[in-house]
């Protein structure tokens, strides 16, 4: 079955840090990736996305992923984090064909940003 | 585009009682989904919409649960004889093409 694997529940990292967060995936072509972001009580917001081509993604608030085909993975990263970025993050994929994009999430990923 | 707005936000009822959320997509978006949330969960999906057409329904929206979108705008989605269990984040999402526009959920407590 098609899926999205988040395997870290809970990371911190003190501000200024580094960030990579995971996502693994399990899919037969090459899929649609997409990483979403959601603060406490809010709903989602897509961070970026993959469809094609580069495999070096850049979204907002200057996070980056890397799509690797190799490794089925979709990693999120940022080179500085600050404490706003404190949140969930969530990997997701489309399940279905066609017209139809429901997106399969992973568990999430919660970020702790420590002064 | 003022983004997908859902109402209530909250809402807290008693086991057994009816509820109804309301979710208002990106105005033209011709897709709508809604999704649940569970503590520590990520998005499960529940039901698709394409205009007003109801194309997929979820295993997980037992007969309990029903969801509509007349005319293609806006979409109820409606709980019957709440249970605890049924206490999570309900999120709906609108989309033109593959890119979901998600609002900032309705939360139900059931008590």
């Known amino acids: 079955a098609q899926s999205v694997t988040q395997p870290d529940i809970h990371i911190t990292v003190s501000e200024g840090a580094s960030l990579e967060l995971r996502c693994n995936y399990s899919?037969?072509?090459?899929?649609?990736l997409f990483w979403y972001v959601q603060s406490p009580g809010q709903g989602l917001q897509l961070l970026l996305k993959?469809?094609?081509?580069?495999?070096l993604v850049q979204g907002i608030k200057g996070f980056e992923a890397e799509f690797k085909r190799s490794q089925s993975s979709f990693n999120l990263r940022k080179p500085s984090v600050h404490w706003s970025d404190a949140a969930e993050y969530f990997c997701?994929?489309?399940?279905?064909?066609?017209?139809?994009?429901?997106?399969?999430f992973g568990k999430g990923t919660l970020l702790t940003v420590n002064p | 585009d003022t983004g997908v707005s859902q109402n209530p936000r909250h809402k807290i009822t008693k086991r057994g009682q009816n509820v109804t959320f309301r979710c208002d997509p990106i105005?033209?978006?011709?897709?709508l989904y809604w999704y649940r949330q569970t503590l520590g969960q990520g998005p499960e999906f529940l039901t698709y919409f394409q205009n007003e057409a109801q194309l997929e329904k979820s295993r997980l929206l037992s007969d309990r649960f029903s969801a509509e979108r007349p005319k293609g705008s806006f979409s109820t989605l409606e709980i019957q004889r709440t249970e605890q269990g049924d206490s999570a984040m309900y999120l709906c999402?609108?989309?033109?093409?593959?890119?979901?526009?998600f609002g900032e959920g309705s939360r139900l407590t059931v008590l």
């Open positions: 899919y037969g072509a090459t899929p649609y």
């Open positions: 999402a609108s989309t033109p093409a593959t890119e979901l526009f």
């Open positions: 997701a994929a489309p399940n279905s064909g066609g017209s139809n994009y429901k997106l399969t």
């Open positions: 105005s033209e978006h011709n897709r």
């Open positions: 993959y469809f094609s081509g580069d495999t």
